[in-house]
């Protein structure tokens, strides 16, 4: 449940900012056309870059990214908006061990806006300047941080990203590994690590990750639903280890 510091009227705008932010923010929002995109990345098929057991690699990657202690990085998200493909780049700042920012850089009305997990694990959003930076405080598992495929937004730091593909696989999704670095479309030199869908779609694929090996960390991250594309996200402008004052998580 939502506990806000608006006066009704524009905490009720408010709230339509943050269902809005919590549906832009993350790997998964909504069904992405396979026309959106090109490539055979985007492809619901397995790659055949993959194919060597991925188990310990996903292992591997869960414990670099949760040795991280501070970082930042642009995401580059693509989903359907109103039946039109659409994108919001958001930068996601995280210090150890659970401090996480998520800024919109651009998406419409969410321009500007800012969600927050503060040291004492409480959450905090705040609107652009479209709704005159109003803020409110969230509880953890308010509905308005919670994604369409059940993920919650602030839970879209590497580390809980990892550990949620390595929950998926645990459910039945066989993960796969490139055995060496490969070339996908124009990306070259990354590892392709992809998890099997299960049911009736166990010939598709539901999560693509492509890894820098030279970082250990995703710099893509494609998700598909039922045999087609969901969403993109693309990392990019990672900055390990940058100074960052804790205010910062504040709002």
């Not at 969600?115 to 509880?139: H, Q, S, T, W, Y």
């Amino acid at each position: 449940m939502a506990r806000g510091y608006a006066s009704p009227g524009v905490g009720q705008s408010c709230l339509h900012l943050l269902v809005a932010l919590s549906l832009s923010l993350a790997a998964v929002v909504a069904a992405l056309p396979a026309s959106a995109e090109g490539g055979q990345r985007f492809a619901a098929e397995p790659s055949g870059a993959a194919e060597q057991n991925g188990t310990e690699f996903v292992d591997k990657l869960l414990r670099h990214a949760t040795t991280l202690g501070a970082y930042k990085v642009t995401a580059d998200l693509s989903m359907l908006k109103k039946g039109k493909p659409s994108k919001t780049v958001a930068e996601f700042t995280f210090k150890a061990p659970s401090l996480l920012r998520i800024d919109v850089l651009s998406g419409g009305l969410n321009t500007g806006a800012a969600v927050a997990v503060r040291a004492d694990g409480g959450i905090c959003a705040k609107g652009g300047p479209a709704l005159f930076g109003l803020k409110m405080n969230l509880e953890k598992g308010s509905r308005l941080l919670r994604l369409p495929n059940g993920l919650m937004v602030t839970g879209c730091d590497f580390g809980s990203l990892v550990r949620w593909l390595k929950q998926q696989s645990k459910l039945g999704g066989d993960v796969t590994v490139s055995a060496a670095p490969v070339k996908i479309d124009e990306l070259t030199n990354v590892i392709v690590v992809e998890l099997k869908d299960t049911g009736s779609f166990s010939s598709s694929v539901a999560q693509r990750v492509l890894v820098d090996p030279s970082r250990m960390l995703p710099i893509e991250w494609i998700l598909f639903k039922e045999g087609a594309l969901l969403s993109t996200t693309k990392f990019r402008n990672l900055e390990l280890s940058p100074p960052i004052d804790e205010s910062i998580f504040q709002l």
